[in-house]
């Protein structure tokens, strides 16, 4: 990637929290611990490329994201955003860009639609005689015109997220950070809204966008790249294709089991056609994740063991890697 | 990139916005409309009844003893006028901030490029206009109601020493905006302040009825100077002249804008570093 298409680039960017548990125990220095959310991270994002960060909660997506917009000051390292330094340029670096927040409070409930990106319009400077046209645009691009004028609080959750999108699209900004952007969303609203992000706003109006999610469809559906994030680190970046490639095993075996015995996951894992087993609690079951090269080869024995253990087996599947197989694999952590 | 004096005339019209966005958001809580509907009538009437309890009428020559005059409620009311002032200033900038972080909109203000000084300065004015109504209606009342006459040319004063008052109260609205991201907590430390400054300044009583310690107090706070540079112009005490107590204001001013402005950008720094700009 040449330096002038980068949108976005980050160098060693590091931040850490402190937590003291309460006054009493800072000022006896018991119960800190430090929390490094961000972790020596190096990464460029090119311009006009949709790119996801992947992780699960508390990985570090939302602090990655709040760096770079300003809103959190990084220990060490620095980023640029739209080629300008988020320490010495914030004002340019917020004129570059466009912010939607996880929280469906980000927007005035009290206010409609139209009185929202009207007054976030002035927020970001713009003309006063270009807002009513600018506002009106983005209710229309974004299908709120009947509900421009119902207040806030009665819109759907999906609604008051393309309210929230549309208010980061008022200074008609180059780069986009989304965080989390169909959080809470019904299934067939996430996947319109998606739709929307990749074509209306990617490839129509070339914007750059950065978007944090813990969903795996959601990064593979809309990505160019995904960097998988876990604790403050980048554990991989690529396509989602040669990501999903980089797992030489062809069969993921997926149980849900009531409990596991270190015995059957050692006999498990002695199979000739397993590489590896990965083991993490969902729910109020255990769940594990074979990875084989042959699926068919190894099921029947694979079941006979754990039924040998009187382990009660709940669900079972057999599937080609996903994205999450993936992220397992790599950070022994699953996405939500 | 919007630089210069393109970026201020923006800057300037943001004021404008915010007037208007905290007006919607006002009048779309009923019980606030109805507070501002009866508040100054009720306040008036609540003096009006003190005084008589206190003073058997509007007069009394006991109190004339110790602040110069004897008018007991017209000394009351502009002091009652010009706290209406002090309180929204105190309460308004901090408590616009705090609303913004409880309602989850802060990081949203936060992250658009306007300087949050034109949002403070907005919040501001819709503040002085709220206290502006609330002033004249006291003083409206009280003419129509009452026996004492307040609404008269010379009362156009409170305006004036008010607005340079002002400045320090925004000082001190600065100050408490970094207090809310530093504590994430305003109503306690509003009302401490609050009913402090009404303790040591001479806003229901004179400073000769204070101890003597409270008395040296109540010299370094600014209110003082603009009930006394008030109260004197339209002859309800006699005092130093109308510039020396606005030139004592205007110290004032820019001592708390200083302090405030350099305590606003620390806490706010702080909140950045500490990841807490939005966090209860």
New interface residues.
Partial sequence: MHSNDVAIGTTHLT?T?DHRGGLLNALRKKDRRTITAVDDIDLEIGEHELFGLLGPNGAGKT?FI?IL?????PDRGTAHVNGWDILKNP??V??S?G?T?S?????????TPR?NL???A???????ADITDRVEDLLTLLDLGEQSDD?VENLSSGNKQKVALA?ALL?DPPILFLDEPTIGLDPSFSGQFREMIKKEINRSKKKTILLTTHYMEEADQLCDRIAFINEGRIAALDTPKNLKRSIDEKDILTLSVSHTTEDMLKKISQFEEVSSVERFSHDNDVVLKIFTDSASACMQDVIGIITDERVQIHSFSSSTPTLEDVFIKLTGSVLE | ??TGTA?LA??L??T??VI??EY??WR??PSRVLFMLLMPFLSILTLYFQGMALVGGTTSEAFAEYAGTNDYLAFIIIGSAVFIFVSTAIWGIGNAIRREQM???L????????SKYT?FFGIALFDGLFSIYIAFMQLLFSTIILPVNLVKPEMAIIVLVTALLLFSLYGMGFLFTGIVLLFKEMEDFTNLINTTLRMVSPVSYPLAAMPAPIAIVALFVPLTYALSAIRGYVGIIDTASLAHNAAILVVFDTAFLVVGSIVFTYAE?RA????E?ATH
């Fill in positions: 931040k929290f602090s709040k917009s300003t809103l959190l000051l004002f340019e917020r004129m860009i912010l927040l929280s469906e409070r980000q927007l005035y409930w009290k206010l009185e009207t007054y976030f002035s927020l970001y400077l713009l003309p006063r207040l208010r200074n | 990139m919007l970026r923006r800057e019209s943001v404008r916005s208007k966005k919607k958001m779309r809580y309602m989850g909109t990081e949203s203000i936060w992250v658009a490029p306007v949002i720094r950045r570093r500490r990841g700009i």
